[in-house]
């Protein structure tokens, strides 16, 4: 580039340009390579960190779960069996685990998903601003706190000492719905607002709009936020203790007395502990419960895990596509 | 039957700020009406009113009277929802609903207010909006494909089709070949003359060819300054307003002088 007239420009100065340019380009700023190294080290170090427990915990609990982990253990429950016996499972708790589980989401998904409807397409001012605070507190809600609400609440109208597995549905409920509410309320500002309009434009009501165009191009999004309030909730434990019990054989009415679920039985294995094996002539097992503890817990890791593909496999379903 | 639209003394507003101000105009019926002017001066605000898409924004209201055939569309028995059934809209930006695909597109209009259609009419009213819009040689093979696998232009005929159909009378369009490049641009020129045929169509545009291409009457509109409302300056046959505006401003708009 160098300049032939005698133009205002000269044509020394044009040409240093041009090697500054070329000077620039090659620069080598060795600090912020150093600086990048420095931060992928950390990166790197910070996962290794994060996965570390988490298959610290995965290998423990299939090495101490597996030995129990079988046909018969998810098969039968706990009637009938004491001791140091060689018997006993989870059927009981498994039942109980996903009645109150479903229950706990069909109340919450459906309030959930409104708030986040109202909070998002319809919310303004200080009622909105009001719902999006008490949301905030509820998803602080200890969940114990949970458990004694929904106790407290059936306490009044049954008297106390009721103890249902729908009262442990509530009381997850109650720990599900600022899940749901936030994480759809997310996914639902994620859908362009040139899709309302568009559909507005062609005259489509606003309520159509939002069940046919705005839900439904969030669907992949919040069966995702569900899921995770889903496994969120599945491994409560203290509440449950309080409003649903324990109990040793299977109950499938969630609305008629005690149930088991799986934290529980969990818990409840493990606080027994080991069992004084005196007799000599029957089958004994000192540490059965512990055992069971961890094959229960197993079990509910793999159910979690079940819930998460379903959830992926159904969120790619409902996900647009482009080709 | 394509209709005409009257508008008067129309004041136009978000919340307290008066965006466009004492526009009156008539809109003739089966032709192409293009609106200019400078970024900013409320063309597109002025164009959403036409079909009640700007009370869609929080605060938005009008003034004013916009009659379609004697009815005032701002009349209180006036259902925004039926308005837009009868005056369609195609945005800047091709927006195809991205969980549809190319044929549920078409038939959004139809499948989301859920009226029932049978399967032969469906297929017919896909392929005559498609037609229509140019677009049914490119893409009758893969009428299932998703729409937003389409190419810009092709995407943006999606919505014409789209919204033709509907079968509106009024056709909006708000500088629907910003975002194209020069040959999909033509095949939407070419589109607009053909739909003039039995629609009324209003569409904004940047590009002074384009109105002076396709449209049968052009609209000017100014804006005095930043924060001052735009306002309608002149209106006229295109020929006379690219040839000899009655206004100065019209004058140095149209050869470039500013905006
Ligand atoms: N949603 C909104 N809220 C508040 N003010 C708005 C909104 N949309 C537009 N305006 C204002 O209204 C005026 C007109 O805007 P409008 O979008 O109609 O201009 P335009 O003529 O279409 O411009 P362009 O050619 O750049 O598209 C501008 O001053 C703009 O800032
Ligand atoms: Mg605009």
């Known amino acids: 580039m160098t300049a032939t007239t005698a133009s205002p420009q000269p044509a020394a100065p044009r040409s240093d340009r041009s090697d500054e340019v070329r000077k620039a380009l090659r620069t080598v700023d060795t600090g912020r390579r150093r600086k990048d190294r420095a931060m992928q080290v950390v990166v790197y170090v910070a996962f290794a960190l994060a996965v570390i427990p988490l298959i610290s915990v995965a290998w423990t609990v299939l090495s101490n779960g597996i030995e129990r982990f079988d046909w018969y253990f998810l098969t039968h429950s706990m009637r009938g069996v004491f001791g140091g016996m060689d018997a006993g499972g989870i059927y009981h708790a498994i039942v109980g685990t996903f009645e109150i589980t479903l229950g706990a989401t069909i109340i919450s998904v ?214 | 039957m394509a209709q005409r639209i009257d508008v008067k003394d129309l004041n136009i507003f978000y919340s307290d700020f008066l965006a466009v101000e004492d526009v009156s105009m008539a809109i003739e019926p089966k032709s192409v009406t293009a609106f200019i002017g400078p970024s900013g001066c409320g063309k597109s605000t002025f164009l959403r009113t036409l079909n009640r898409m700007h009370e869609v924004i929080p605060g938005a209201r009008v003034e004013g009277t916009v009659a379609m055939e004697g009815v005032d569309l701002y009349g209180d028995d006036v259902d925004p929802v039926a308005v837009r059934r009868q005056v369609g809209m195609v945005f800047q930006r091709p927006n195809p609903f991205p969980t549809m695909s190319i044929e549920e597109n078409v038939l959004a209009g139809v499948r989301l207010v859920n009226k029932k259609i049978s399967k032969s009419d469906a297929a017919d009213l896909v392929e005559e909006s498609l037609r229509h819009a140019n677009l049914w040689e490119e893409v009758k093979d893969r009428l299932a494909k998703p729409g937003s696998g389409l190419s810009g232009g092709q995407q943006q005929r999606l919505c014409i089709a789209r919204a033709i159909a509907v079968r509106p009378q009024v056709l909006l369009m708000d500088e629907p070949c910003s975002a194209l490049d020069p040959i999909s641009t033509l095949a939407i020129e070419d589109l607009i003359t053909e739909l003039k045929q039995d629609y009324t169509i209003c569409i904004v545009t940047h590009n002074m060819q384009q109105a002076a291409r396709v449209s049968d009457r052009t609209g000017f509109f100014n804006i005095a300054g930043t924060g001052k409302p735009g306002k309608l300056i002149e209106m006229d046959d295109t020929g006379v307003m690219f040839s000899s505006p009655s206004e100065q401003a019209t004058e140095d708009y149209i050869s470039g002088r500013f905006g």
């Open chain 1, 110 to 323: 459906p309030i959930g998903i409104l708030t986040a409807i109202y909070l998002v397409e319809y919310g303004r001012g200080s009622l909105a601003r009001s719902v999006t605070f008490f949301v905030d507190v509820m998803t602080g809600i200890p969940s114990i706190v949970a458990g004694l609400f929904a106790y407290a609440l059936f306490a009044v109208f049954f008297g106390p000492g009721i103890s249902m597995g729908i009262m442990g549905s509530i009381a997850l409920s109650v720990l599900m719905i600022p899940v749901v509410v936030r994480s759809t309320e997310e996914m639902l500002k994620l859908v362009p607002n040139e899709l309302r309009e568009a559909s507005y434009a062609l005259g489509v009501p606003k309520w159509l709009t939002i069940v046919k165009v705005v839900l439904r191009t969030a669907t992949a999004g919040i069966v995702t936020g569900v899921m995770l309030a889903v496994a969120r909730v599945i491994g409560e434990t203290a509440p449950l203790l309080i409003t649903v019990g324990v109990i040793d054989s299977i109950n499938f009415n969630l609305f008629d007395g005690r149930m088991m679920t799986l934290p529980v039985y969990v818990y409840r294995q493990y606080s027994q502990g080991y069992v004084p094996c005196n007799d000599a002539s029957a089958v004994c097992i000192p540490e059965i419960n512990f055992d069971r503890a961890w094959a229960a817990a197993l079990t509910l890791i793999l159910i979690v895990m079940v819930l998460n593909i379903l959830a992926r496999l159904v969120s790619r379903y409902f996900s647009p596509k482009i080709r």
